[in-house]
């Protein structure tokens, strides 16, 4: 490392002299967030779109086989020995898997949009999740969830109708 200055991953960054770094985190100034980000990573694009879709039906269907693999080994409690049960199960190493490769894409998704119009699109992982939870797992679902589902869909449509 220079002596000069610290190494920069932002070519807007302004070089800080090696004198100034702190020695302690009470030393450390706070630094303001960028607010700034570029026009186009505003709006939801057609490709971001398609990646959130993907990011909510991986991670969606990780939670379904998660809740299949614990069905399998009963109350989880934090007692090693029924950790372990639970990770013998496929469906709960599958489960991890799919909502890893979920934050991937979604990753994606916010790298291009803002969070204030991506994170509220999360709830279409709701209406998945309960989907899956009627087929696959064979649970019901009472009226006034349905009732709840569709209040979410509504609001899934304003959050994309204004942006």
């Known amino acids: ?11 807007h960054d302004v070089p800080v002299p090696a004198s100034t770094v702190p020695d302690s985190i009470a030393e450390v100034p706070e630094i303001p967030i960028s607010t700034h980000s570029h026009p186009a990573a505003r709006q939801m694009s057609g490709t971001a779109f398609v990646l959130l879709i993907v990011a909510i039906i991986l991670s969606t ?9 614990v069905n399998r080994v009963g109350t989880i409690t934090f007692e090693p020995q029924t950790i372990v049960r ?17 934050s ?9 949009v803002n969070l204030s119009i991506a994170y509220p ?12 939870a009627l087929v696959f797992l064979k649970e ?3 009226p006034s969830r349905w009732l709840g589902i569709g ?13």
């Open 1 to 11: 490392m220079s002596t000069d200055a610290l190494p920069r991953e932002d070519p």
């Open 86 to 102: 639970a990770f013998m199960q496929w469906q709960v190493i599958a489960g991890f898997v799919l909502l890893f490769g979920g």
């Open 140 to 142: 019901a679902v009472p």
């Open 104 to 112: 991937l894409f979604w990753l994606a998704v916010i790298s291009r």
């Open 121 to 132: 699109l999360l709830a279409i992982g709701y209406v998945l999740t309960t989907i899956w």
């Open 61 to 69: 269907t990780g939670e379904v086989l998660l809740k299949a693999g």
């Open 151 to 163: 209040a979410i869909i509504i609001g899934i449509v304003l959050v994309l109708y204004h942006s």
